[in-house]
């Protein structure tokens, strides 16, 4: 589509094409005078273990905060940073790292608290948390975000750019239905997650006792008792007709790579790519963000 193409019944705006009827203003205009969007604690200290539970960056990206394992605070630190004390279906967004990532605070985190790499979003009655909580995910706001984001190695984003943000907005039952369908796939992804994951778990174990002998494929003996095998080169027992080598005995080559110097600023468009420790995950290979 050319860019000057006019579309009926919509308009361009900051987040791109939106409905004539739906507004976008700052993320700053949809919180209580109240309850600013603000940062959490600055220095908390050493971990109290009955004391006040706080939220990192690295707890935001899930659709809800998790609940457990988060550090804690003491109450004297808590109690300085009362102003960001968050409540149920606040929003908490990572200003620091992982930018641009949020979750929602449960019920179970109500008075809990925040970092300095962390801000609250505590919208009012004319926005409904979830919406926002996806409106903030999508492809024009993730942008603006890291367009806005400042640093090299360790990206963050200001609480001030962060208040600027212009947020699409249907009206209120819209934002409710919007939200309502996205959380179904959520929750159906969560649930092929978790079966995804307890197959893998179950492959784990399959691959421990193939490639230790204690399982045999038919036709390769069946069944196998270990006082049947011997020992190998560590003193441990392994099947008979198996033997134990060094990795190096069996590769033409093992060698690391290069790393170009200059940061960033090294990588070419146009240039050779090479594959670095991020695109190596979990047994497979992945070509996304080759350098």
């Known amino acids: 589509m050319q860019k000057n193409e006019n579309r009926p019944g919509y308009k ?3 987040v791109g094409w939106v409905p004539e009827g739906w507004d976008t203003p700052r993320l700053s205009a949809l919180v209580h005078w109240e309850k600013p ?16 539970p706080y939220i990192r960056s690295t707890d935001v990206g899930e659709s809800v905060v998790p609940t457990i394992g988060l550090p804690r605070t003491s109450s004297q630190i808590a109690a300085k940073y009362a102003r960001a004390a968050v409540s149920e279906g606040d929003v908490v967004f990572s200003l620091r790292g992982n930018i641009g990532e949020t979750s929602l605070v449960p019920e179970v985190l109500s008075g809990a608290n925040l970092t300095q790499g962390t801000a609250r979003i505590s919208v009012d009655s004319n926005a409904y948390p979830l919406f926002v909580h996806y409106a903030l995910a999508g492809h ?26 212009p ?7 819209e934002q409710e239905a919007i939200a309502e369908v996205l959380e179904c796939w959520d929750k159906a992804i969560r649930g092929y997650v978790k079966k995804i ?12 006792r193939l490639l230790t002998g204690k399982k045999k494929l038919p036709g390769f003996g069946g069944g196998i008792s270990y006082h049947e095998g011997h020992e190998g080169n560590e003193g441990k027992r392994i099947p008979e007709g198996w033997k134990e080598v060094r990795l190096g005995d069996v590769c033409d080559k093992i060698g690391s790579g290069l790393t170009p110097r200059g940061g960033e600023k090294a990588y070419l468009d146009d240039g050779i790519p090479f594959v670095r420790s991020q695109n190596v995950l979990d047994g497979h290979f992945s070509g996304k963000g080759l350098a």
Do not use: C
Request: net charge positive.
């Open 12 to 14: 361009k705006t900051e």
């Open 37 to 52: 969007i603000v940062y959490g604690i600055v220095q908390a200290g050493p971990h109290v273990p009955d004391g006040i």
């Open 140 to 165: 024009y706001l993730k942008r603006l975000v890291h367009a806005w984001g400042k640093g090299s190695t360790f990206r963050e984003i200001t609480i001030e750019d962060l208040r600027k943000l």
């Open 167 to 173: 947020i699409p907005l249907p009206s209120l039952p």
């Open 197 to 208: 994951e307890k197959k893998r778990n179950i492959k784990k174990g399959l691959m421990q």
